[in-house]
């Protein structure tokens, strides 16, 4: 005997409700069950499931349906069906706008990029150009002390010269 654990619909005309169920394949969705291990209500969004029954029929071999495997993993994950966030369907205008929208936040983010490294290599320019001058006003520091100590030996040989 070939047993499922599926969905089992009750209530009235445009206001449906489910039972969990264990049934044997060949019995109709409404038949008679073996036995009833759940409820779920999709229009108020509530859904009760036994997971201790539910794990005993499956490790006994019964194959659950995709609606009560996926009733049953939110169950073991402790999440409920009103959690689910459902996201939003876009149009394609909708959509090629977003796009365009992300290609030019990448374009902004791509130009503020350029402008820091610019400034960056502007400011380690002008940082090497001020390293530049200051080593040459040392330099030219450096001559005018050198002449400056030459010029009173130049002085004073002649000096000596003369004294002879």
């Not at 330099?139 to 130049?154: D, G, I, S, V, W």
Request: positive net charge; glycine residues 4%.
């Amino acid at each position: 005997m070939s047993v499922k654990v599926r969905l089992k619909r009750t209530g009235t005309r445009n206001n449906s409700c489910f039972r969990i169920v264990v049934m044997d394949i060949r019995s109709s969705r409404d038949g008679k069950a073996i036995e009833e291990i759940g409820v779920y209500d999709p229009r108020h969004k509530n859904e009760n499931i036994d997971m201790e029954r539910y794990s005993y029929w499956i490790g006994v071999g019964a194959k659950p349906s995709e609606t009560v495997d996926l009733i049953a993993k939110r169950a073991a994950e402790g999440r409920k069906l009103g959690d689910k966030v459902k996201t939003p369907r876009l149009n394609k205008k909708a959509k090629i706008r977003m796009e365009e929208e992300a290609k030019a936040a990448e374009a902004a983010k791509a130009a503020e990029a350029k402008a820091a490294a610019d400034a960056k290599a502007a400011a380690e320019a002008e940082k090497a150009k001020a390293a530049a001058e200051a080593k040459a006003a040392a330099e030219a520091k450096a001559a005018e002390e050198a002449q400056a100590t030459e010029e009173p030996k130049a002085e004073e040989e002649p000096k000596v010269a003369s004294a002879e």
